[in-house]
């Protein structure tokens, strides 16, 4: 992480608590499996030798139809007000080596209010890569006893001669968790240092000179876009 400032001597990083989404396995995953789905426009469950139950939600690129959902209004199976994080599992077939514009759409949509739930999100073709699985993140949910009518779903874009088809594997509900990374974890570069700091939960903090030749730099790692959060900056 490489701090700007202007008129800044130095910037004191108050990392109490560094607080990040994980999609490790716990009891309470929950795998909806293509066979739960609803197709439409021509998209259907098929053998695939490439997914994990042989099976996957097929979709051409030659419309920008919601074409593969799950719809459900019974989440009962999850911790009722407990946040997930849903992912898709999907992947995609280039038309041409280096795709442009966009692969597919993806979301949570609220059929009885007719909002969403989790706002529609875009995935470009450069973002991805030619016939091999993903699990792509959609966002947060929090399961209630009772909800209304949800839909998850991939929609295409109409880029067929970029994207030529869409494959959906699983809708994954994964249990949201939170960690706290303590400082003296981190790995610290150039004349980035830890200090005495009272401000700081445990008296600890990293201290950057922003005005050296070389600036410091604090390496907190890669979360793959996971929900990041960081407090006492």
């Known amino acids: 992480m490489k701090g700007i400032g202007k008129g800044l001597v130095s910037l004191m990083v108050l990392m109490g608590a560094l607080w990040f989404g994980t999609n490790n396995v716990h009891a309470q995953d929950e795998s909806i499996q293509d066979s739960a789905f609803t197709f439409f426009n021509g998209a259907a469950r098929m053998a695939d030798s490439t997914a994990p139950d042989q099976y996957s ?3 051409a690129n030659d419309n ?5 959902q799950y719809m459900n ?23 041409a080596s280096n795709p442009s514009g966009d692969a597919f759409k993806i979301g949570v949509y609220d059929i009885t ?5 989790i706002s529609e999100q875009t995935i470009t073709a450069s973002e991805t890569e030619d016939n091999v699985w993903t699990d792509v993140k959609i966002g947060m949910f929090k399961p209630n006893a009772s909800v209304n009518w949800l839909s ?3 929609s295409g874009t109409a880029n067929l001669t970029q994207i030529s088809d869409i494959y959906v594997d699983a ?9 706290t990374i303590e400082d003296n974890l981190f790995f610290k570069f150039n004349d980035a240092a830890a200090v005495v700091d009272p401000m700081a939960v445990d008296n600890s903090a990293i201290r950057m000179n922003l005005h050296a030749s070389k600036a410091g730099e604090i390496e907190l790692g890669n979360f793959d876009g996971r ?3 960081l407090s006492g900056l």
Request: overall charge positive.
């Open 152 to 154: 998850f779903y991939v």
């Open 73 to 95: 209004w019974d989440f009962s199976h999850l911790k009722p007000g407990t946040l997930y994080d849903v992912y898709v599992k999907v992947k995609v077939k280039h038309a």
């Open 113 to 117: 209010d007719q909002n969403f739930t």
């Open 227 to 229: 929900y990041v959060r």
């Open 57 to 59: 939600a097929r979709m």
């Open 64 to 68: 920008t139809g919601w074409n593969i």
């Open 171 to 179: 809708f994954i509900f994964i249990e949201h968790e939170t960690y």
